[in-house]
């Protein structure tokens, strides 16, 4: 077994220390290590996006990051997007637009949302599809996801 | 959608489902969250053949591997007899259930179990997996079902003989099953056609796509208790299943379901539960968790089954369907099962006929053995019949829906396999298609089409149980055992407070497993808003009769003399509310049911699909979508929307991506999500839906099952769009850019309309 090494990291604005082997992602390490397990694994090959995450403000899928990349590093996760015990706007229309039905793909769908309308808060549907399409929801067609991020640029 | 005045205040309305907050938080616990004290991690070994006899499996050095704690093999599985097992969407006969479990003697496909471990971590799991030596004898294997029957074609299962319409044959075979519908004379309907449209056409192997990898968490307990954690659609069926596999007696067996990521048909079957079970007791009674990969999912869990099917029809000028006759072949994977009863049913379902015949064949192939998948058998079939019934139409020379109208079936009418129906809504939804502005509307550009298709699914009724206890603040918990795969819990506690007349927020559901309420049949069959909505009206009455008794226990008067209307129990001038007589309760009130209604009522769907073709790349695009279905009663209508998105979704990928692909050894090459090309945002527009109210008299509030109608249509919807984009029929799914691009090519070759 390889050694670990000790990483330091900022995870929804508090401070990790953790051991980690040098083949574990980013993802494992959330979820095995920290149990951050609101990031999901779907495929483990960067083709679902239910393990998105934002590193440093950028959306990344966390099983194609290693977890020792997240040395010094920024991370966001689905369980510091309601702040202060409210549910962020995004939430919020995922909520009323009944815009999940299973639900594991909606902590990456919100994630990768947020980044969206972090850069741009007013993208119409087009813009909303190309974003969103590197997350995969075999439910609900899209179509309801894509009415709740265009109701939450609204809110916004 | 209907607009009369709704006799309901909850029903029809569309409050935040009880379970949300959990799920946009991250918070909700799927089956790959749950971490016990002192778990392992258990990882499977899958054979690298196509077919192979397994000639000796040696794991010495993956056992002598540090942090490995146990390996198992078939020989650790108890010797099971021929059994069929009922698992609510299909059934199994437990013997090959046990060996797709893992494989006893020969490896039948690709990814086919053939030991498992146990280990500290995931990675010395695989490890270990590495040092096992399994010594195969490679035997030649087929994966198409056409010519898995031929008499020269591999035999996969020694001991197999065909049941031919009932009578078991003497040789061996692939073809586990031939079933026969038959009605009336099809040499004399089709002598009366005056039009006669005769097609072959196959489709490919597709698997559900569910985003969550199956998994299971095993403890078997020192005293003989196993208690499995999973995401299963149904933890009663996961418990009869280890019963049956493991020979150990029900009472011995705890499933506690965690949230599912999805299932659609596909989390029935177990495939981990078992394995995490024997690992658990060998490894020192340790709980042990396994989670699938997305290659392990794609490559040894249910798909549903490729097809060949022939459709002959034959109509008079006037429009009148004399004849029509369907041969269906069915893949059903390495052991028999596979949907081809369900394809026989739904073919023709739409269309009253007096001469018919429909001949199943149901095939073993080696490819993973197919599991249910939404409607299973539907989409293939409908794919196949529809697409011919918009070729007689144009013949006929009359629109697509008037051409349907002309023929559909109606209360009365009796199915090629024999049901009749009762009240049904085809009509009115074909009527509602046919006025939506979209199938109207102009549509100009050059090579675009708009086709339509209807389709059917049986639904379900099935068992279910429920609880429910009076809390002294007036609010209501409910106890249910139905999987809530998208949204239930909202379509159940809806109907409680309407039965009671309480607010939908003061009734509080959670989903329990199998020690904490009644048996309850899987989510699937489009069941759980109809079956367990069933039991949750019946829990209300007795709880509102009970309250009633309070009340005049609490006045003094005989019950007889209190009224009872939308949560207020009223006596000569005074009244309690609910909440009211709640606070008085010295006795609690908890009440329960068990219902297994029967007259779940099918239903219908009508789509229509505009597309686009690109004649240099052969790509298809979608650039409108609707479907309107009959629905019953919509409970929570966004989520019956939310259902016929998602079937629509997964029928538009079937349709134009999605198949298994497989090289000349019989290995799967596209095993991962890139490769296996479901849609995305980007693939599709907006859907529109049409929620047509045709309430099922069979059920309180006239709900019918909604789920798997949708994924019917649309892959004939769009062959018959294509057709009108670019003048090619298509007979094979997917119709994806080569198959387009092919066809155009042999379009111009021939020189004409294929």
């Known amino acids: ?156 | 959608m209907t607009t009369t005045a709704s006799p309901y205040k909850v029903i029809g309305t569309r409050p935040v489902r009880p379970d949300g907050v959990d799920k946009v938080t991250g918070r909700a616990i799927y089956g790959a969250d749950v971490r016990l004290p002192g778990m392992l991690h258990g990882k499977v070994l899958r054979s690298p053949h196509a077919h192979a006899r397994i000639l000796c499996i040696d794991a010495s050095a993956a056992l002598a591997l540090r942090g490995v704690h146990a390996v198992i093999t078939a020989q650790d599985m108890p010797a099971i007899s021929d059994k069929i097992a009922d698992l609510g969407e299909s059934t199994v006969n437990l013997r090959y259930a046990s060996n797709n479990i893992l494989a006893h003697d020969k490896v039948l496909y690709y990814g086919h179990a053939v030991a498992a471990v146990a280990a500290d971590n995931v990675h010395i799991a695989e490890e270990a997996l590495s040092l096992i030596r399994v010594e195969y004898e490679v035997l030649p294997h087929v994966l198409d079902g056409k010519q898995a029957m031929a008499p020269d074609a591999p035999i996969l299962l020694d001991d197999l003989r065909t049941n031919e319409l009932g009578k078991l044959g003497d040789r061996p075979t692939n073809v586990a099953e031939h079933i026969r519908h038959q009605r009336g004379d099809l040499t004399k309907g089709f002598a009366e056609a005056d039009v006669i449209v005769e097609r072959t056409f196959h489709t490919a192997t597709v698997h559900q796509g569910y985003i969550e990898p199956q998994n299971a968490t095993a403890l078997w307990n020192e005293d003989g208790q196993l208690f499995i954690w999973c995401s299963t659609q149904g933890a009663f069926s996961v418990q009869e299943q280890l019963a049956e596999l493991l020979q150990i007696p029900v009472s011995r067996i705890i499933v506690t379901p965690t949230e599912i990521g999805g299932g659609f048909g596909g989390k029935i079957n177990v495939y981990l539960e078992p394995l995490a079970a024997l690992l658990s007791r060998k490894a020192g009674h340790r709980p042990v968790k396994m989670v699938m990969t997305r290659a392990e999912v794609l490559a040894a869990t249910g798909p549903t089954s490729g097809s060949y099917i022939r459709v002959k029809m034959g109509a008079r000028r006037d429009g009148v369907i004399t004849a029509a006759e369907a041969e269906l072949i069915y893949e059903a994977g390495a052991f028999p099962g596979s949907p081809v009863g369900a394809g026989c049913g739904v073919i023709f379902a739409p269309y009253r006929l007096e001469n018919v015949q429909i001949d199943g064949y149901d095939v073993v192939v080696n490819r993973p053995k197919a599991a249910a998948y939404r409607a299973p058998g539907g989409t293939n079939a409908a794919f196949a019949s529809e697409t011919v019934v918009d070729e007689l139409a144009e013949k006929l020379g009359m629109d697509p829906i008037e051409f349907r109208l002309r023929n559909a079936v109606r209360e009365g009418d009796r199915r090629a396999d024999g049901p009749e129906y009762k009240r049904i809504g085809l009509i009115e939804t074909l009527e509602a298609a046919r006025s939506h502005p979209h199938y109207t509307a102009p549509l100009t550009g050059k090579h675009r089409g708009r086709g339509v298709a209807t389709g059917f699914w049986f639904n379900w009724g099935g068992k279910s149980s429920a609880t429910a206890t009076v809390n002294r603040d007036g609010t209501v918990n409910l106890i249910e055992g139905s999987t809530d795969i998208g949204g239930s819990r909202a379509s159940i506690a809806m109907q409680l407070a309407e039965t009671l007349g309480i607010p939908y927020e003061d009734v509080r559901p959670q989903v329990v497993g199998t020690a904490g309420v009644g048996y309850n049949d899987v989510t699937g069959g489009s069941r759980t808003t109809f079956g367990t909505g069933w039991a949750v009206y019946e829990v209300g009455k007795k709880i509102l009769a009970e309250m009633r008794q309070r009340a005049a226990d609490y006045w003094g008067v005989p019950v007889e003399e209190v009224s009872v209307a939308d949560g207020v129990f009223a006596y000569n001038g005074e009244s309690l509310s609910f909440r009211e007589l709640a606070g008085k309760l010295d006795t609690p009130v908890t009440a329960s049911a068990s219902v297994h209604p029967q007259n779940y009522g099918p239903g219908f769907g009508v789509h229509i699909v505009d597309v686009e073709v690109d004649v240099e790349t052969g790509k298809v695009t979608i650039l409108r979508y609707t479907a309107a279905q009959d629905v019953g009663k919509a409970i929570h209508p966004s989520y019956v929307e939310g259902q016929l998105q998602g079937g629509v979704a997964q029928g538009v990928g079937w349709a134009l991506n999605e198949e298994y692909v497989y090289d000349e050894k019989g290995r799967l090459l596209n095993a991962t999500l890139l490769d296996y090309r479901m849609p995305t945002a980007l693939d599709l527009p907006m859907i529109d839906t049409v929620l047509v109210e045709v309430a099922n008299p069979g059920h309180p509030y006239g709900v019918r099952g909604v789920g798997e109608v949708p994924i019917v249509p649309p892959a004939a919807a769009i062959a018959n769009a294509i057709y009108r984009a670019i003048g090619v029929r298509m007979t094979e799914l997917p119709m994806s850019p080569p198959r387009i691009v092919a066809a155009l090519a042999r379009k111009r070759q021939d020189g004409v309309a294929a």
């Open chain 1, 1 to 156: 077994m390889s050694s670990k090494v000790i990483v330091t990291t900022t995870i929804n604005g508090e401070e990790f220390e953790f051991l980690c082997e040098p083949r574990q992602s980013l993802l494992e390490v959330l979820r095995d290590v920290l149990g951050f397990t609101g990031a999901k694994e779907g495929c483990n090959n960067g083709n679902c996006g239910a393990c998105n995450v934002l590193l440093d403000g950028v959306l990344v899928n966390s099983c194609l990051v290693l977890g020792v990349e997240a040395e010094g590093r920024t991370i966001e996760t689905i369980e510091g997007m309601a702040a202060g015990g409210r549910l962020h706007p995004l939430q919020q229309k995922f909520l009323e637009h009944a815009a999940l039905q299973c639900g594991v793909c909606t902590p990456g769908f919100l994630l990768a949302a947020k980044a969206l309308l972090d850069h741009n808060p007013d993208p119409t549907e087009a813009e909303v599809r190309h974003w969103l399409a590197g997350n995969l929801c075999r439910c609900t067609g899209y179509d309801k996801i894509i009415r709740a991020v265009l109701d939450a640029a609204d809110a916004v």
